[in-house]
């Protein structure tokens, strides 16, 4: 199994995801450059935290146009899981992988504070068992706020793509969303930091189990995917 | 006066005469000019005299305070040649370097940005951070983690509240997109900063022993680089801006004040460290900061023992028609000068294209010990290099003790029949207390910083000391780090003010489990030239070094910032001290909160007596007098060990120490643990043996060299014992409990505060004063 963490310029959390994989699960995990424009083998493609290209234009919105982006449509496309965090759930967004948007917090500051998580119960592709009914897991963002329309909203619920819901809401998201997929189960983003919920000294170690249960989505069928 | 002139600037507006006038607007006093021309055999261009005007501010030649800043001890007397060496002394580069075993090494500097703050305090505190972040990596080193000190007026006053949101939104802003964490601080509300507030930012940074760079330019004929941003009109004479007492005309200065671009600043970061890895391709690197180009020309030109041209034509500028004066003291931030090993430009090249950034090559190094700067094919400045640095003016200076002394010091509440505390006295005075915003819950700003980023951060904002776990290789260490300054005792007794925050940093990180290492210290003073200020200045100096030397830490950096004043008046004498210290096992890192029910409480030190420039004298009676409390190094050491020891032991669950607020506050305070904990806890404390003194002192009095420790019970009497042994004055005053009530029996009439409810005034206390409208 193998691990790629994209590297965009402004990426500041792409360490922290390189850890939780290859520290935190003792996975073979690797960097993939912004300008690369394949992203080699791979079983799960991270999209890390930080502030790609300086959050210049709105979070996420230049980005999604690294070459290495069309690379990673391709890999979604066919199947692959991919998983962004804070940073990277606002380019999955921004790239039309995941559905919505993120904005501005309701208070309109950045909140950086350890938060209580509602678990979506089990479905198609998401077995949770791993984490309970709530996992406690650290925020860090001044933008995730998430929003979609009246359409979407409906479609998320009805799938059951709304995964994780704050307990109590930092940053004025739409019916408490922290953590979403994709329709298809095999494209995931929360704003929420596993990657800073793994050593014995974090405030929780949930990171972990989050880690597993996406790992845990990709279908047995899918076998090793290379774009 | 023998030398040629130079030829004429290209910028006509640069051939003007120097005018006496002219010479005064620079911050130059005459006898200054006159060694201007003395260094030159001629009269300096304009461009020159803005470029001795810059460097020979105080703040980058220290004019004022070099003399005194040589009482520092800069080397640790009990280091081993595996661990607590230093590597870089202070003074020597742009951070200090101290070595923490296998290899490995950690950098570290505090620096101010006071005067940019106060007039723009959104980019004057962002572009505080960026800075020191430069300092850092510029010594080869990764930056792992920030911390800031402030200092501002009260927050009753809108504009305080205006400064205070734009600072803290100003370091969230730069700290959280550079991806550093902001893992600790301290702050500080008080009228004497209303109108000059203090944003002083530190920056740690880790490297291997191999991986130290220096600012040195050698080896003539090696190729100059300017990389980074480009150069605009921004920030044109910070320096000499910072060397000025702010005054209602400041704000015609805001072109003094930069403009931070943190993405630019990471990115730097990564190509620099990535240029630094590569062996042998880096002669010498220095960062622009105060003074920009000049500076790190000069500087660089100086400590080789040689000498730099450089050619503004390949400068990178952001803007047409810059003239050389613009250019040469540009304070735009970003920017990095690097010496490279002559033959191998393509490979710094190469790294700064991956990157999307600059890499111009502007000049060489020469053998001339000059700094020779041309523009369109025109020497425009040819300075001799050390004129600019080494042979800076120096001055000893008069202190003189301020006249207020006398008459605070002879203060007492029995000569000012000061009424004693009742019972409902006392329950009003610790909610009172704990709702200000000095000893307030800081959550309002720490939430706001990204305290997380780097998944190393293990005590979390809000306890004695930040801890962080730096990642050697495969090796992880454990350090912890904390500021302190309380300014109010420095105005009161400068000596022992600095005294103080020395033992009370040291008393910090004990607190949290760790062995202090080493101290950065920032000079916030009033304008120099007064004699009062200078005393203030000299004392706190002499007690700083006094109380490094006691404990063996030495000062491996700092900053110094005078002309901290506003119409008002000067600040409080406010040295900000920040000391790293290193926790041998994970096992010991120790928070303020007590963890369960049944744990012992033992105050060790003594029972509080003392009044004197305490909060509560200020909040309660609204007098800022009295001596600051007594220190005695020799009782404070005894406590350290004594404390550190029992902590190794296993035996202590929580440790905190008595500072603003006293006793009840730092009792308070330990039972204010994460709010997910188990259910409310309380506590009963008898204060029965300490009945006969005054009730106000010893609830309230901040006396130093105190501590409250929870222990696991069946422990209590070996901690006593062991107190008994080291000499150490302890009482067990009490007990955790799950009540959710805090008692204090044997003081006549029971006292008793509901936890939650004194929790609410404390975390909240900020937050609400923050939702009244601040000035725009």
Redesign the interface.
């Given at each position: 199994m193998t691990i790629a963490v994209l590297q965009f310029?402004?990426s500041?959390?792409d360490?922290?995801a390189f850890?939780l994989f290859a520290s935190g699960l003792r996975l073979p995990t690797r960097y993939v450059w912004h300008k690369d424009t394949a992203l080699g083998e791979a079983d799960l493609v991270v999209v890390p935290?930080?502030?790609s290209?300086?959050?210049?234009l709105r979070c996420g919105a230049i980005a999604r146009f690294s070459p290495v982006m069309r690379a990673v449509q391709d890999y979604a496309a066919a199947g692959g899981l991919v998983f962004g965090i804070c940073n990277g759930f606002q380019i999955l967004c921004e790239a039309g992988l995941l559905p919505g948007a993120l904005v501005r917090n309701g208070c309109l500051?950045?909140?950086?504070?350890?938060c209580?998580l509602a678990v979506a119960p089990a479905g198609p592709g998401w077995n949770p068992t791993v984490l309970g009914a709530q996992v406690?897991l650290?925020i860090?963002h001044?933008e995730g706020n998430y929003r979609i329309d009246e359409a979407g909203r409906t479609r998320l619920e009805a799938n059951g793509q709304v995964l994780l819901r704050y307990t109590e809401n930092p940053n004025g998201s739409l019916d408490d969303i922290a953590g979403i997929r994709n329709e298809r189960g095999n494209v995931f983003g929360m704003m929420p930091?596993p990657?800073?919920a793994?050593?014995?000294?974090?405030?929780s170690q949930d990171g972990l189990a989050i880690a597993r249960a996406v790992l845990a989505a990709k279908s047995p069928a899918a076998g090793k995917q290379s774009a | 006066m023998n030398t040629p002139a130079l030829p004429p600037n290209p910028d006509p507006l640069l051939n003007q005469a120097i005018t006496p006038e002219l010479v005064k607007k620079h911050g130059l006093l005459p006898d200054e000019f006159a060694r201007v021309q003395q260094h030159l055999g001629r009269t300096p261009t304009l461009t020159e005299l803005g470029i001795f005007s810059v460097m020979w501010s105080e703040h980058c030649s220290y004019k004022n305070t070099r003399p005194l800043l040589k009482g520092f001890p800069t080397e640790k007397k009990g280091a081993t040649a595996q661990f607590g060496r230093v590597l870089v002394k202070a003074g020597e580069e742009n951070a200090g370097i101290i070595d923490v075993g296998d290899g490995w090494a950690i950098a570290f500097k505090i620096e101010s940005h006071n005067h940019p703050s106060a007039i723009e305090p959104f980019e004057g505190a962002a572009t505080g951070v960026g800075g020191i972040i430069r300092d850092i990596f510029t010594m080869g080193a990764r930056p792992v983690l920030l911390t800031n000190s402030l200092r501002f007026g009260e927050l009753e006053s809108p504009a305080t509240r205006r400064l205070l949101r734009g600072v803290v939104a100003g370091i969230a802003h730069y700290g959280n997109c550079v991806g550093v964490p902001t893992a600790g601080g301290d702050v500080y509300f008080d009228r004497s900063y209303e109108g000059n507030p203090l944003v002083n930012a530190l920056c740690l940074g880790t490297l291997r022993h191999d991986q130290i760079r220096r600012g040195k330019a050698t080896g003539v004929g090696n190729p100059v680089y300017y990389v980074g941003a480009a150069t605009g009109r921004d920030g044109l004479g910070g320096a000499a801006f910072a060397s000025k007492e702010l005054s209602a005309e400041s704000k015609a200065d805001r072109p003094a004040v930069q403009k931070g671009d943190p993405f630019m600043e990471k990115l730097l970061i990564e190509a620099c460290l990535e240029m630094m890895a590569v062996p042998g391709l880096v002669v010498g690197i220095q960062d622009m900061g105060a003074a920009g180009l000049t500076c790190s020309t000069c500087e660089t030109a100086s400590r080789g023992g040689a000498g730099i041209e450089i050619e503004l034509d390949r400068v990178p500028q952001r803007e047409t028609g810059m003239n050389s004066y613009e250019i040469m003291l540009s304070e735009s931030q970003e920017r990095m000068l690097v010496i490279v090993q002559r033959g191998r430009e393509r490979e710094i090249e190469e790294v700064f294209a991956k990157w999307d950034l600059h890499a111009a090559h502007i000049g060489s190094v020469t053998e001339t010990g000059r700094m020779v700067v041309t523009q369109h094919g025109v020497t425009v400045a040819d300075i001799p290099a050390p004129a600019l640095t080494d042979e800076a003016p120096i001055y000893q200076r008069e202190g003189k003790p301020p006249a207020y002394l006398a008459t605070t010091r002879a203060w007492t509440p029995a000569g000012a029949k000061l009424p004693d505390l009742d019972a409902a006295g006392a329950e009003s005075a610790l909610r009172r207390l704990l709702a200000h915003p000095t000893i307030a819950s800081k959550r309002w700003l720490y939430r706001q910083y990204d305290h997380m980023v780097q998944h190393g951060t293990v005590v979390l904002p809000g306890s004695d000391a930040g801890v962080v776990r730096l990642r050697l290789g495969d090796k992880e260490k454990f350090i912890a780090i904390s500021n302190d300054c309380n300014g109010r005792y420095c105005y009161l007794n400068p000596h022992r003010g600095a005294l103080i925050a020395m033992v009370e940093c040291l008393r910090n990180l004990v607190c949290a489990g760790a062995t202090p290492l080493a101290m950065t210290d920032n000079l916030n003073f009033g304008n120099p030239y007064k004699p009062e200020n200078f005393y203030q200045l000299q004392e706190c100096v002499r007690g700083l070094a006094e109380a490094c030397r006691f404990f063996d830490v030495p000062v491996v950096g700092g900053n110094v910032s005078l002309y901290n004043e506003s119409p008002e008046g000067a600040i409080d004498p406010t040295p900000t001290v920040s000391v790293v210290g290193f926790i041998e096992e994970e096992a010991h890192i120790t928070r303020q909160f007590a963890r369960g029910a049944g744990e012992r409480l033992i105050l060790l030190g003594g029972a509080p007596h003392e009044l004197g420039g305490s909060q509560f004298l200020g909040l309660i009676h609204g007098l800022k007098t009295g001596d600051a409390p007594a220190v005695d190094l020799a009782a404070e050491l005894r406590l350290q060990q004594l404390l550190l020891a029992q902590i190794k032991l296993g035996r202590v669950r929580a440790a905190h120490d008595l500072s603003e607020g006293g006793l009840m506050v730092t009792a308070s305070e330990m039972l204010f643990g994460p709010a997910d904990g188990a259910a409310q806890l309380g506590a009963t404390l008898d204060l029965s043996a300490f009945a006969s003194g005054r009730r106000d002192a010893l609830l309230f009095g901040e006396s130093q060299g105190r501590v409250i420790v929870a222990v696991v019970a069946d422990t209590a009497a070996s901690v006593l014992a062991a107190a008994a042994a080291a000499g150490v004055p302890a009482h067990a005053v009490g007990e955790v409990t799950d009540g959710g009530r805090l008692e204090v029996v044997g003081l006549g009439a029971v006292l008793a505060w509901p936890v939650a409810e004194l929790r609410r005034g404390w975390e909240t206390s900020i937050e609400v004063a923050m939702q009244r409208p601040g000035l725009s």
């Open positions: 310029p402004g500041n959390c360490q922290d850890h935290g930080g502030f290209y300086g959050d210049y500051e950045y909140r950086c504070l350890t209580t406690r650290p860090g001044g930091h990657d800073r793994f050593e014995r000294f974090h405030p | -």
